[in-house]
């Protein structure tokens, strides 16, 4: 009788709608989506071009002591080794809670001192704050990057330029909300506010979802319909980084641009911004919808029966071949490292040739393109461009530094899968197109700045997933968060090679020339500011190629092989310290993989059984 006025059917339609909805949020896709947000509101270091201009100003900085505020800047973003070491041991949340709380205290301290609301700090002071807020970043990397690295092996070109890319974009996003809020002409020291309380709280919002989630193997029926739904990822984001490309033009050539039309922009970017949940939705409910596997209990309960004594029999014959724990120390191994695309030790990656070869050539590669991003305020102005060019400017390297990312995380993986192209070989390709960026910058050419930041932005971008990927394929992911950090520290190496010892000394030095006194404000006009360093940051970058051509030489055996073979023939086990269960709807997956060994569907154990197919029949019976 209950069901006779059709509320007993309203009441279970609305069951089945919570269920699903608690399964989109518990599943592998919408931690993915998580992170992409994460990783958007985790990009303020790159425009430090910017506020700098603020800071400068407000504490009467020359560039040398500015340049050094900005190299330890890099040195926060990039030195990931005590977030890399946290996450090989605590779930993701710890890693995502203490970089929230540092992104909160370290940007909101650089606040207080450059709208005077704290006594004047010293430059050392002022080099912790911004050290602490730019190691969030490392932070919100290593939490959700590197665990959706995990939860997708066999993608992880494609998840590293997605995820890198929204990184990249982050710059632009931030720069339409600083002008709807604040007004274009601001001159950004509002801009570090919102930089101190929009990426912590994302963080937060997002720390239940990010988890390790391995799935069981999967069909190649299921390999391609993953991969296709990163192109959706991919379209959306594209669609994104045009309307910001787009609104940057119209903002630059319109100088009325009424404030109340920036709301509406905001608007817009932030539906573009969750677009990508309906993405979400539609691969969760695939997976939701999957039949039942009412055998797999009883297939596994047979393999154990009937295997039973074979298995005791051969752990008995395994026993006495596994060595002795005390037979060798990780130190004695250092040197001996296992095949490559095996899991090295730590110790092992740091010490192998690979890893210094990598090295040498992401300090020149990334040192150069860094400089002229961080400098790119100064370059401007310069060169005579107003502000508001030179906040276009920053957003375009934003836009292009995303562009970079995806290129290269997609287009590497396909010259990878099919013609066996080592990924090496493009970064020597990356590298050798950003010497064109710096030359355009040392030589002054009218109007060059625009197209130099189009090149240089694309090309510092592109480094970054190569660098990465790279490093899960050689050294393997057992140890990747921190071995994904260490790559990272060549940056900060760079950028004060290049940054603080080169391009920041040689402004200094020029704006003397031009009469100004140290211990002041140093304003260098003209094209000689930043030359010379710019023609020794383009032969350096040249040189950073040539290495990255010796790498690709070196493994060139190595990526004609199948490198993610292991991965199509096994899950991954899970992670150490996860603090959920990791199947995709949180529940457990059998310990040694049986459960799934028989199973003709895998893919449909995530968040699939009796009951869910009863809710879509009835959803299906009452229509």
């Not at 518990?26 to 071009?49: D, Q, V």
């Not at 509002?190 to 799935?215: E, H």
């Not at 102005?381 to 957003?395: F, K």
């Amino acid at each position: 009788m209950v069901f006779a006025d059709g509320t007993g059917v309203g009441a279970r339609r609305e069951l089945a709608t919570m269920r699903f909805a608690s399964h989109v949020v518990r599943g592998r896709w919408f931690m993915f989506f998580a992170s992409i947000l994460i990783m958007a509101a985790a990009g303020g270091t790159y425009i430090f071009g910017i506020y700098s201009k603020a800071i400068k100003t407000s504490l009467g900085y020359d560039q040398q002591t500015l340049n050094t505020l900005s190299f330890f800047k890099d040195v926060g973003a990039n030195v990931g080794i005590l977030p890399g070491l946290i996450n090989e041991v605590t779930p993701p949340w710890v890693v995502l809670v203490c970089g929230a709380g540092m992104n909160l205290v370290g940007y909101l301290m650089i606040y207080l001192s450059v709208t005077g609301r704290t006594a004047r700090p010293p430059v050392w002071l002022m080099c912790v704050y911004i050290a602490i807020g730019a190691n969030s970043q490392s932070f919100a990397n290593t939490g959700a990057l590197v665990t959706a690295v995990k939860n997708f092996p066999e993608d992880r070109g494609v998840v590293l330029g997605l995820l890198k890319g929204f990184v990249g974009l982050s710059g632009a996003i931030f720069t339409q909300l600083y002008r709807a809020i604040y007004g274009a002409d601001n001159d950004g020291a509002d801009l570090v506010l919102l930089m101190a309380w929009l990426p912590a709280a994302i963080s937060l919002v997002f720390i239940p979802t990010i988890r390790i989630m391995p799935r069981a193997r999967g069909t190649a029926a299921e390999s391609r319909r993953e991969r296709k739904a990163f192109f959706y990822f991919l379209y959306a984001s594209i669609v994104l980084a045009f309307y910001l490309l787009v609104m940057n033009v119209v903002e630059l050539e319109d100088r009325g641009f009424p404030k109340p039309a920036y709301y509406v922009t905001v608007i817009v970017l932030l539906l573009l911004i969750f677009f990508p949940l309906v993405i979400v939705v539609r691969q969760e409910l695939r997976n939701y919808l999957q039949p039942p596997l009412p055998t797999t209990q009883s297939v596994t309960a047979v393999t154990t029966v009937e295997d039973d004594d074979k298995t005791a029999a051969t752990a008995t014959e395994t026993e006495p071949t596994e060595p002795p724990s005390t037979s060798t120390t990780c130190f004695q191994d250092v040197f001996r490292p296992p095949a490559r695309g095996e899991d090295y030790t730590i110790l092992q990656a740091l010490f192998s040739v690979d890893m210094l070869v990598l090295f040498v050539a992401t300090i020149c590669g990334v040192g150069g393109t860094l400089t002229a991003i961080d400098n790119m305020g100064q370059i401007g102005q310069s060169l005579g461009y107003p502000q508001r060019s030179i906040a276009t400017l920053v957003s375009l390297v934003s836009i292009w530094n995303y562009a970079g990312r995806v290129v290269a995380g997609f287009a590497s993986e396909h010259v990878l899968s099919r013609y066996k192209v080592p990924r090496p070989l493009v970064l020597t390709v990356v590298l050798l197109v950003a010497c064109a960026g710096h030359l355009l910058i040392a030589l002054g050419v009218s109007n060059g700045l625009y197209p130099a930041s189009v090149i240089l932005g694309f090309c510092f971008g592109a480094q970054w997933p190569l660098l990465f990927a790279i490093i899960s394929e050689i050294f393997g992911l057992k140890y990747y968060s921190t071995l994904y950090n260490f790559g990272a520290v060549a940056s900060p190496v760079g950028s004060y090679i290049l940054n603080v010892r080169i391009a920041g000394r040689k402004y200094d030095e020029e704006a003397l020339r031009q009469g100004g006194r140290r211990g002041k404000d140093l304003t260098c006009i003209g094209v000689k500011c930043f030359q010379e360093s710019f023609y020794i940051i383009a032969a350096v970058t040249f040189l950073g190629a040539l290495v990255s051509l010796l790498l690709a030489w070196r493994t060139r055996n190595f990526y004609r092989g199948d490198l993610y073979g292991k991965f199509k023939e096994v899950a991954m086990a899970p992670t150490t310290g996860s603090s959920a269960p990791p199947g995709a709807d949180g529940r457990q997956e059998p310990a040694n993989g049986a459960g799934v060994a028989k199973a003709k569907d895998p893919a449909s154990s995530s968040g699939s059984d009796g009951a869910d197919a009863l809710d879509s029949k009835i959803g299906s019976s009452t229509k």
